[in-house]
């Protein structure tokens, strides 16, 4: 339970959280402390040396505390609080990718998913990876050698059990151990570590050959070529047979990148990049501490070492917190000293010259920004519209002769997609009229922007001319919303300004023009490919979905058994009882439905 306090000299002497909070109530900071009283009466001085933390004071009210056990329990609980508030004066690690990860559930028979929400839920959780093809391809190879279920309720045996590809724990008749056998082995190879499995592997293979089981050793025989092609593949591999975390960063006092190479076995698994929020005035030690705890407090693997451009904060804290995430998630039982990790600054040789080519990565990230905020800019300056575009929302309709009328919204921050915020609309305007469509779904999506309470996008882009502008000026102006607001025509590439009767031509080949180019072309991809899906499902329907009691189980049995559905239509009630799972009622309801209503 938090105590509000507004005078520092109350606070205990005792290990804990802290939360500095302005007039209104809200979290300007959050910190952690061996000592409250002592840490807490440091930004209480005269002079503070530290201008961020004289900024923050200015906005100062009072105080929360929350006291903790130990201060490795204050570490975890401020990184939680950092994570679930955000407060404007911590450095905050802005992770909204969504990259897709490869997930081992929490169940009796687990499943192989690609997910891209990892939560704490006792899975086991391996990536992520930037290129979703290669997860797919992962799940591809892995299935059929692996043999784990993917089916959401176990209801029976299904396809992939007739064509190999799952043994039908559902049956009941697989042994719960040889399932966990292969899990384990599905485990230890998304953890890089095959060269156990390939061993493994080979004692089954010869264990199986011995035993006369020729069946299950060529079987065997054929996973070990599998995975051999697989790790044939892996482009960067060092000597060192090690589990390491790579990370380094860049800051060029406007946007802070971290990035992190995860090296497993000796072999660069992955890369990932993060924003550092907040992060711009402060220490490499203090930005890559607090990266440290929010990057490592989620169910993400913790490896055997770390290694990094300085030495952080806290060093010896953050060692033992990681030791214990460690040592739990392999022994499940508190057993710090066998899983001590390392965390160090390598000086020279391999993993000197690794460190350096994380580090470059991250400049060229940082190169990347500066080149779409530069373009950002010149937008932003060529529309004359109030804020630098780094939040655009672009909508497009699509339909056939005003049919199967539907719309896209799709989302680009600082020049790039968010596909996680694209959003599609069924559109309900009778058509076909495009200013009415288009009307509906501005209106739809910012009445609910503004009944959330949402923040405004920067610029608002609608495809079309004149006429499509206007409709977004009226909607945006009924609903009290200022911001900016353009037509695109794609003939000429004509941009339609609200306060200007003719055009803009931007430079053709301009950066800003290629922006609006690229988030105008996504949204008419998203429309049109939402609609072909609708058209597609709506081929697909058939007479029997309008039978009440016939599902698409059933209507498969149906099909199956008679072959086309002029065969149903011609059958008899007692022909069709014959289908499984069709009992006589059904048969009637069947038979009536096509000769009463031709």
Known sequence: MSTTINNPDDLPGKPGVYLLKDVQDTILYVGKAKSLKKRVKSYFKDELEDPKTRVLMRHFHHLEYLVTDTEKEALI???????????????????????????????????????????????????????????????????????????????????????????????????????????EKVRLFLEGRHKEVLDLLRRQMDQSAKNHDYEMAAIIRDQLFSLGEVMEKQKMEFNRSLDQDVISYANDDDVVVVVVFRVREGKIMGKEDFLMEGAQENHPQEILAAFIKQYYSGPRQVPSEILLPVMIEDRELIIKWLSDKISLDTDGIDNVNDHLISVRVPEEGLEHRLLQMVTKNANIIINHYKQARGALIDLKNYLKIPRVPRRIEAFDVSNLGGKMAVASMVVFEDGKPKKNHYRKYKLKTPGPDDYAMMREVLTRRYEKL?????????????????????????????????????????????????EISIPIILPPKSSALHILQNVRDEAHRFAVK????????????????EIPGIGPKRKMKLLRHFGDLDAIKNASVNEIVEVKGINKNLAIEIHDYFHLTG
């Open 530 to 545: 939402y609609h072909r899906n609708l058209r597609n499902q709506d081929m697909q329907r058939s007479p029997l979905d």
């Open 77 to 183: 609980l401020e990184s939680n609080l950092v994570k679930k508030h955000l407060p404007r004066y911590n450095i905050r690690l802005k992770d909204d990718k969504r990259y897709p990860y490869l997930q081992i559930t929490y169940e009796d028979y687990p499943r192989l998913l690609i997910t891209r929400n990892v939560r704490e839920d006792g899975s086991n959780y391996y990536g992520p990876f930037t290129d979703v093809t290669s997860v797919r391809s992962m799940l591809k190879l892995l299935k059929p050698v692996f043999q784990l279920r993917d089916c959401k309720r176990m209801d029976g045996p299904c396809l992939n059990y007739q064509i190999d590809l799952c043994p039908a724990p559902c049956s009941g008749n697989v042994d719960k151990d040889f399932y966990q056998e292969n899990v």
């Open 450 to 498: 503004v009944n959330e309470g949402e923040k405004t996008p920067d610029l608002i882009v609608v495809d079309g001319g004149r006429g499509q502008l206007n409709i977004a000026k009226e909607v945006l102006d009924s609903l009290n919303i200022k911001t900016g607001v353009i037509g695109l025509a794609k003939e000429f590439e004509q941009v339609f300004v609200p």
